[in-house]
């Protein structure tokens, strides 16, 4: 008796449309809202310009602190009534930062929404920050980083990053800071942070039953007590790509296996190319039955993953392939890595490559869109990269008629095997010579 197993055929596409959106100017602030008639659940979350890339050198972390403190209490009430007047509302507050922007939200049902979005703008601005709170939290991070640095992979990427952007620039150095950095954040780098960045109205993005709530009243409680005009946003960076390969060697002694990171610069989000260039990731290792997953985990048996993809801000984009592999065959996994980057800018990708890329990622698009909370992510991705309302209205569409002529010419533009820096965290006695002796690039030693 056997099992015989077939692969189920895409089907055909279903309908999606985006929520209307609705803007509105309000007290020095913005508020973009997506209306979901009949939905009983409501998300509402303040947009800030206080990203990382705002960080002081030598602080980064100085904005994850801050956002692990807004619950510390306010001025007008400590830790504890603060929770208490939370969960007296059903609500928890939802904080994060990336390169663009720091994100305060909050879930309730819709009649609950116009006092949480009050209780969201007390944390936000007119936190407390206790010197011990802003301390004790401060070195909780740290120890957390030093615990996630003693593991692979997080030297590995800052090596990368550091090479591609330099050291000495915000970009070139972790989102969330290392270890060092996050223990010198003191409570002067937190307050002067938070005043300069978060007092500022920014957008409050909304996305409920419209027909029950009044954001010109949400935005009066949001924007309460703020000051400033927007920030004007920086231009994108520029694309340098390295003439040749190079190795960064990043030693472990007595690992077992080896972490690869191979990457280059890349477009920002907003570069008009973004639907061919996402579909060329993922047709090369943005799935599971991607090339590279193919090649590096089922024919060669090197790796449990691997994975490729465009990591993409509002200033910058990365190339990027991670995984990691057992040490003794470090070098033959970098050099087919490399040989199917190459071969997918050269050739393209096929008609049956790109009809199960493009039926996924559309078909992921519709199920990532059910609830409120994923439509205020989409209005923050509207936010920051300038993109106009009928963006997602348009954007499953736009990937279901995506070309192969289209995906293999962004891969033809987007894709620089030869300029690639592939950093290697291992055990660099054990992985040199072979490195080497594939001709792969020159080999370089780093600390970090």
């Known amino acids: 008796m056997s099992l015989i197993a077939t692969r189920p055929e895409p089907g055909s596409a279903r309908p999606y449309s985006f929520p209307a959106i609705h803007r509105a100017s309000v007290a020095g602030g913005e508020v973009v809202a997506a209306h979901l008639p009949g939905h009983l659940l409501a998300t509402a979350a303040l947009l800030l310009d206080a990203g990382a890339a705002r960080e002081d050198h030598g602080r980064e972390g100085t904005a994850a602190v801050l956002a692990k403190c807004l619950e510390e209490g306010t001025h007008h009430r400590d830790s504890a009534a603060y929770a208490l007047a939370l969960e007296g509302l059903g609500a928890e507050l939802s904080v994060s930062v990336d390169w663009d922007s720091f994100r305060v939200g909050v879930s309730v049902p819709v009649d609950l929404l116009p006092r949480t979005v009050a209780l969201m703008a007390e944390a936000t601005r007119t936190p407390r920050l206790d010197p011990d709170d802003v301390a004790r939290v401060r070195d909780d991070e740290a120890t957390s980083l030093r615990m996630e640095w003693a593991q692979p992979g997080p030297r590995a990427d800052a090596a990368l990053r550091a090479d591609l952007f330099g050291a000495g620039e915000r970009y070139g150095r972790p989102l969330y800071g290392d270890p060092t950095s996050m223990a010198a954040v003191t409570v002067e780098d937190v307050r002067a942070f938070h005043g300069s960045w978060l007092t500022r109205p920014g957008v409050l993005l909304v996305a409920g039953d419209l027909d029950k709530l009044d954001l010109h009243e949400l935005g009066a409680a949001a924007f309460a007590g703020t000051s400033g005009s927007p920030l004007s946003p920086e231009p994108a960076l520029d694309?340098?790509?390295?003439?040749?390969?190079?190795?960064?060697?990043?030693?472990?002694?007595?690992?077992?296996?080896?972490?690869?990171?191979?990457?280059?610069?890349?477009?920002?989000?907003?570069?008009?190319?973004?639907?061919?260039?996402?579909?060329?990731?993922?047709?090369?290792?943005?799935?599971?039955?991607?090339?590279?997953?193919?090649?590096?985990r089922e024919v060669k048996g090197y790796t449990y993953g691997i994975r490729a993809d465009f990591a993409m801000t509002r200033r910058f984009g990365r190339f990027g392939v991670s995984s990691s592999v057992q040490?003794?065959?470090?070098?033959?996994?970098?050099?087919?890595?490399?040989?199917?980057?190459?071969?997918?800018?050269?050739?393209?990708?096929?008609?049956?490559?790109?009809?199960?890329?493009?039926?996924?990622?559309?078909?992921?698009?519709?199920?990532?869109?059910?609830?409120?909370?994923?439509?205020?992510?989409?209005?923050?991705?509207?936010?920051?990269?300038?993109?106009?309302?009928?963006?997602?209205?348009?954007?499953?569409?736009?990937?279901?008629?995506?070309?192969?002529?289209?995906?293999?010419?962004?891969?033809?533009?987007?894709?620089?095997?030869?300029?690639?820096?592939?950093?290697?965290?291992?055990?660099?006695?054990?992985?040199?010579?072979?490195?080497?002796?594939?001709?792969?690039?020159?080999?370089?030693?780093?600390?970090i």
Request: proline content about 5%.
């Open 239 to 296: 694309v340098p790509i390295a003439a040749t390969r190079r190795v960064l060697l990043v030693g472990r002694p007595g690992s077992v296996q080896s972490t690869l990171r191979l990457g280059h610069r890349a477009p920002e989000r907003a570069h008009p190319d973004y639907v061919p260039i996402s579909l060329a990731a993922t047709v090369l290792g943005g799935a599971f039955t991607s090339r590279l997953n193919h090649l590096i």
């Open 327 to 447: 040490t003794a065959v470090t070098a033959p996994a970098l050099a087919d890595t490399v040989g199917e980057i190459t071969r997918t800018r050269a050739d393209g990708v096929t008609e049956e490559e790109l009809a199960v890329a493009r039926t996924w990622r559309a078909g992921s698009l519709s199920v990532d869109m059910q609830t409120p909370g994923a439509i205020a992510n989409a209005l923050a991705t509207l936010v920051v990269h300038g993109l106009p309302d009928d963006y997602y209205a348009t954007l499953r569409q736009r990937l279901l008629d995506a070309t192969v002529a289209e995906v293999s010419a962004a891969a033809a533009e987007h894709l620089h095997p030869e300029g690639l820096t592939l950093v290697v965290e291992g055990d660099s006695a054990l992985i040199r010579d072979e490195l080497a002796a594939t001709g792969i690039g020159e080999i370089l030693d780093v600390e």
